[in-house]
């Protein structure tokens, strides 16, 4: 079964912190993805990898970062965590190469419930 | 651009059918997908039909396409409270990147 685990299902931090999510998935996957999910906004992107060291801005990708210097890692951080980034973070992962034409199933870890205050 | 939309919430009773709808933008979406959010947990792909397809049909779960309308749809026959969930739609637009609905409230009541 692929696992996608997350660093922390809870975390509290000040304004203005530096925050680091971890998320490490154990299929050897290529493509690693950061959401944010907000009532009644659903998931929004916020960046993507599809390789070591690549990355790909979302939706949303203002006030974040990402890193992935081992394939089965893939980190989020906050440079300087505000009080408008409290929020669900989900971490997934998929196999496809992306190809458009495959199923490009994504598999998610159990998320990270972020409070800034 | 690319946009999904499903209404917020839908309450059924034990044992009815519940049906979920979706609209999405990208015609040239490939897989069309439903996953699952269970309370305290992440996303789980629940079905997904291919763009090619009207209907597919998987024990409870009947999903039906309709290219033309750019509309989808998640019926689950005989509803349990374990069906209780925030259900969201996606699609593909392209290469890996999947746009997802703002998420269907389901809540059974026994």
């Known amino acids: 079964d692929v696992k996608v685990t997350q660093s922390s299902r809870y975390l509290v931090k000040r304004t203005g912190e530096k925050v680091f999510l971890e998320c490490v998935q154990d299929?050897?996957?290529?493509?690693m993805f950061w959401y944010r999910q907000d009532p009644g906004l659903g998931l929004r992107l916020i960046y993507f990898?599809?390789?070591?060291?690549?990355?790909e801005k979302g939706d949303i990708p203002e006030g974040y970062s990402v890193s992935r210097e081992k394939k089965e890692r893939f980190s989020l951080i906050l440079e300087s965590a505000s009080t408008n980034q409290t929020s669900m973070y989900l971490c997934?992962?998929?196999?496809?190469?992306?190809?458009?034409?495959?199923?490009?199933?994504?598999?998610f870890g159990p998320g990270t419930r972020l409070t800034v205050l | 651009g690319e946009d999904v939309e499903q209404s917020l919430f839908l309450s059924v009773r034990e044992g009815d059918s519940s049906v979920i709808n979706c609209t999405y933008t990208?015609?040239?979406?490939?897989?069309l997908y439903w996953y699952k959010q269970e309370p305290g947990a992440g996303l789980q792909l629940l079905t997904y039909?291919?763009?090619?397809?009207d209907m597919k049909q998987d024990q409870r779960l009947t999903v039906l396409l309709n290219k033309k309308d750019k509309h989808l749809s998640l019926r689950i026959a005989d509803t349990q409270t374990g069906d209780s969930a925030i259900y969201f739609c996606?699609?593909?637009?392209?290469?890996?990147?999947?746009?997802f609905g703002a998420g269907t409230i389901l809540r059974v009541k026994s």
């Open positions: 990898s599809y390789d070591v060291k690549m990355k």
């Open positions: 299929m050897d996957h290529e493509n």
């Open positions: 996606a699609e593909t637009v392209y290469g890996n990147k999947l746009v």
């Open positions: 997934a992962s998929s196999l496809s190469p992306g190809l458009g034409s495959l199923l490009d199933e994504q598999f």
């Open positions: 039909i291919f763009s090619n397809m």
């Open positions: 990208d015609s040239s979406s490939t897989y």
